[in-house]
């Protein structure tokens, strides 16, 4: 494993390597002092993995390979990231997420509980690219709900609790608690019986 910074390492932690830990972000290239990666118990770390400085795993958490997390981002307990993500900085994700191989999840992302994020979803905060204007803004995922695979949600878009994005769906509004979308762009329909939990 090659380490930078000050890593803090909890215990049984499983490395299939090339795995790196701590890698600088652009505030402390050059030093070798700056803060680390810490990562919980039980953790599982496959090969490609890169967890930049400033990144907080929880306990039990799993990664796919070739994982890139950037820094400030911190992940609860038991969240697994598959194959392939890229999760871009400064992002809040909580325990028991499961997100899917080929994610993109920007800076300034915010992610619940016990949320699913399905294959090649892709998250954005920049509503007038390339401007940076306003804000770089990222969706808030709140808990126990679920995203298609390859939909698409739009800058400061809010997905409520429970509520559910149907597969290839652009989501441009926010998603009340406990509904679904559908389509693109996306409208709000009454969520399936089927797919009701939290």
Do not use: W
Request: proline content about 7%.
């Amino acid at each position: 494993m090659i380490e930078y910074g000050t890593n803090t390492i909890g215990k049984s932690l499983t490395v299939f390597e090339p795995v790196t830990i701590g890698f600088p972000s652009r505030d402390y290239i050059g030093r070798t002092d700056h803060p680390g990666t810490v990562i919980g118990a039980g953790v599982t770390l496959r090969s490609g993995t890169i967890l930049y400085a400033d990144v907080t795993l929880g306990d039990r958490c799993n990664t796919g390979h070739n994982v890139l997390i950037r820094e400030k981002t911190v992940i609860g307990d038991e969240t697994s990231v598959g194959t392939g993500t890229i999760i871009e900085g400064n992002c809040s994700i909580g325990s028991q997420v499961s997100i899917q191989s080929m994610a993109f999840i920007p800076t300034h992302t915010r992610i619940g509980d016990h949320v699913f994020i399905g294959p090649h979803v892709t998250l954005t905060n920049d509503r007038y690219p390339p401007s940076g204007k306003p804000r770089l803004e990222g969706p808030v995922i709140e808990d126990y709900a679920a995203i298609g695979a390859a939909a698409i949600i739009l800058p400061g878009v809010t997905i409520g609790r429970g509520a559910a994005v149907a597969a290839g769906s652009v989501v441009t509004h926010d998603v009340p608690a406990g509904m679904m979308a559908v389509g693109s762009p996306a409208r709000i329909r009454p969520l399936p019986e089927e797919m009701k939990r939290g």
